[in-house]
């Protein structure tokens, strides 16, 4: 099993940068691909980034590509989640996710395993 904790969202001004920080307990996360999602209010939940567990390879979604930067600390058990010239579209629930099978579809929600309890993310214009 994982437990996944977030921290770190907050408000911020548009154009601002906030780091999210996703602390891992459990004997699979350093085997475990990572995820992060987010959910605004009426939408469906939607893939931002993942990392693979090794962190050689990230995706992202194309509306954060070039902005976000998702890294892992595998000694530490955190996973991390800069963001960059934040837009108030992408105000939302942040949601750190832990899938156990590194391979697939790291874009699918239903994918993952394990998820944290989310951050609000607020970026006023």
């Known amino acids: 099993q994982v437990q996944l904790v977030e921290s770190g969202g907050g408000l911020v001004q548009a154009g601002g940068s906030l780091r999210l920080s996703c602390a891992a307990s459990?004997?699979?996360?350093?085997?475990?691909?990572m995820g992060w999602f987010r959910q605004a209010p009426g939408k469906e939940r939607e893939f931002v980034s993942a990392?693979?567990?090794?962190?050689?390879?990230?995706y992202y979604a194309d509306s954060v590509k070039g902005r976000f930067t998702f890294s892992r600390d595998n000694a530490k058990n955190t996973v991390y989640l800069q963001m960059n010239s934040l837009k108030p579209e992408d105000t939302a629930v942040y949601y750190c996710?832990?899938?156990?099978?590194?391979?697939?579809?790291?874009?699918?929600?239903?994918?993952?395993?394990?998820w944290g309890q989310g951050t609000q993310v607020t970026v006023s214009s």
């Open positions: 996710a832990a899938k156990e099978l590194d391979y697939g579809d790291y874009a699918s929600p239903g994918e993952y395993d394990y």
């Open positions: 459990g004997r699979t996360f350093s085997r475990s691909a």
């Open positions: 990392i693979r567990w090794s962190g050689s390879n990230t």
